[in-house]
């Protein structure tokens, strides 16, 4: 190749890329656009996700909190509270059963609130289930303790009418031991609608820090638990 043909070479090529530079800059960031959009359209999509795989866990922890709260409510309501100040409850709080609530929390969906400004939540979570778990072990005991009562007792009258009844104990440290088991019974069901109650509430504060435009569950319209 001669030096006249190189310099026409160089100089065709250099004709035809100042032609097509506009077109191949365009391309470049156009490519570069697409791919940048299309890289924040995926971390949007993974965010959204996470934040709603959050929001349904912290949810559906305040679903298992109500379920167990409401159990203890109709526990109160039903059985507790009309024997409440009655001196001699643990003779009259006949014996009765209550379905567990069935729902628990799933920690582990829940590990994300170690991250957050308030990370003892989740060990308060904790603990308030755990005391609901600990007033059906108490309902459970009084149960076990009627019934030892009862089997080591024999009736010494009744009333058919008003169906009244009297027995003698065979041993009076199963009445002492109902009366125990019965006032712990109290203690431990207070003790747990507060903090089931308190931990609801807690859960909804904490999602609407996190997620403000996301809907919680409320507790509306009951009462202070507690003697």
């Not at 991250?115 to 072990?137: C, G, R």
């Not at 088991?181 to 609407?208: H, M, P, S």
């Amino acid at each position: 190749m001669t030096l006249d043909t190189l310099k026409i070479f160089i100089g065709l090529m250099t004709d035809t890329f100042s032609q097509n530079a506009g077109a191949c800059l365009a391309s470049l960031f156009s490519a570069f656009f697409g791919a940048t959009c299309a890289m924040s359209f995926q971390r949007w999509k993974e965010k959204q996700k996470r934040i709603d795989e959050e929001h349904g866990a912290m949810v559906r922890c305040q679903m298992a909190l109500i379920g167990q709260l409401n159990t203890l409510c109709n526990l109160k309501e039903q059985h507790l509270d009309p024997l409440r100040k009655d001196p001699a409850r643990e003779r009259k709080l006949i014996n009765f059963s209550m379905s567990d609530a069935g729902l628990r929390v799933a920690y582990d969906s829940l590990s994300f609130l170690l991250t957050t400004k308030n990370p003892m939540l989740l060990l308060d979570i904790h603990a308030a289930e755990q005391s609901y778990i600990s007033a059906m072990e108490c309902l459970t005991w009084k149960t076990e303790a009627y019934e030892k009562m009862h089997d080591n007792s024999i009736l010494e009258k009744s009333n058919p009418e008003t169906g009244a009844c009297s027995v003698l104990l065979k041993d009076p440290r199963h009445l002492m031991q109902l009366k125990f088991v019965t006032d712990a019974l109290y203690v431990a069901v207070d003790n747990a609608c507060a903090r089931l109650e308190l931990q609801i509430k807690e859960l909804q504060k904490a999602g609407k820090l996190l997620y403000p435009k996301k809907k919680f569950l409320e507790i509306a319209g009951r009462k202070p638990y507690g003697p």
